[in-house]
C-alpha cells in the first residue's frame, strides 16, 4: 500500500536554516502537502504543492518536490524558535478524499 | 469564525469502559475525518464521512470501535470495552470537499485507558 516515511527528530540552531525530508510511494499523488503541529494542538495546513511543479516557495518556507525519485523537502530559512513543532508530510490524490501521513518529524530550534 | 472542537480535551477511563468522542466540523464542511495518533506515531485514518454518502469505515480498527455524524455536523466515536492500547490521541479533522481538499484539524482528544 501508499506509504510516507519521514525522520524523526531535526535539532538546528536559531537563524539556520532546518531542511525536512519526505519519501512516499504513490506516483499517482496529485498534492502534497506540509503540516504543523505544535504542541496541544491539531495540525495545520502550511503549504502544498501540485505534482506537476518541482518548487514553491511561500516566505521563509521553499518546498522541493522531486517526483521520479518521489521525494519531497521543506526547507525553512531563519529557522526561529517558534518553529519548534511537528512537522507532516502527507499525499492524497485528485478525486479521492484520502490522505497518507507521514509520521512525522520534529523540529527543535535551539537558542 | 470558529474552528473544530473536540471534547472532551482528555478523557481517562478503566480498560473495559465505553468512550464516547465528539466533534464539532466547521460549519458548511461537508467531509469530516477520525484519526488517530498513538504518542511518536504518524497519524492514522479511522473513517471519513462525506455529505449524505456511506461513511469510509475502513480505518477501523475493530469493531469496538464505530461513528455516527448527524447530517453534515457533529460526529461521535464511541469506543466500546476500551483497551489500554486504545490509549492515543483522537483527532478529528474537516475540509470542503473538492480542491486541494484542505483539512482543518480539532485540537484533539487525549484518552489515557488505565
Known amino acids: 500500500g501508499e506509504d510516507v516515511e519521514q525522520s524523526l527528530f531535526l535539532s538546528v540552531r536559531e537563524g539556520d536554516s532546518s531542511v525536512i525530508n519526505c519519501t512516499y510511494t504513490d506516483s499517482s499523488s496529485t498534492y502534497l502537502y506540509w503540516y504543523k503541529q505544535e504542541p496541544g494542538a491539531g495540525l495545520q495546513l502550511l503549504t502544498y504543492?501540485?505534482?506537476?511543479?518541482d518548487m514553491k516557495q511561500d516566505q521563509r518556507l521553499t518546498v522541493l518536490l522531486n517526483k521520479k525519485d518521489k521525494h519531497l523537502s521543506l526547507r525553512i530559512a531563519d529557522t526561529q524558535t517558534g518553529d519548534s513543532a511537528i512537522y507532516f508530510c502527507a499525499e492524497s490524490t485528485s478525486g479521492t478524499y484520502k490522505y497518507i501521513f507521514g509520521t512525522g518529524t520534529r523540529l527543535k530550534v535551539l537558542a | 469564525g470558529a474552528g473544530v472542537s473536540q471534547s472532551p480535551s482528555n478523557k481517562v477511563t478503566e480498560k473495559g469502559k465505553d468512550v464516547e468522542l465528539r466533534c464539532d466540523p466547521i460549519?458548511?464542511?461537508?467531509?469530516l475525518y477520525w484519526y488517530r495518533q498513538r504518542l511518536g506515531q504518524g497519524l492514522e485514518f479511522l473513517i471519513y464521512f462525506q455529505g449524505n454518502s456511506a461513511p469510509d469505515k475502513s480505518g477501523l480498527p475493530s469493531d469496538r470501535f464505530s461513528a455516527e455524524r448527524t447530517g453534515e455536523s457533529v460526529s461521535t466515536l464511541t469506543i466500546q470495552r476500551t483497551q489500554q492500547e486504545d490509549s492515543a490521541v483522537y483527532l478529528c479533522a474537516s475540509a470542503l470537499a473538492g480542491g486541494i481538499n484542505e483539512q482543518f484539524f480539532g485540537p484533539g482528544t487525549r484518552l489515557t485507558v488505565l
Open positions: 460549519s458548511g464542511h461537508t467531509a
Open positions: 504543492i501540485f505534482s506537476n511543479m
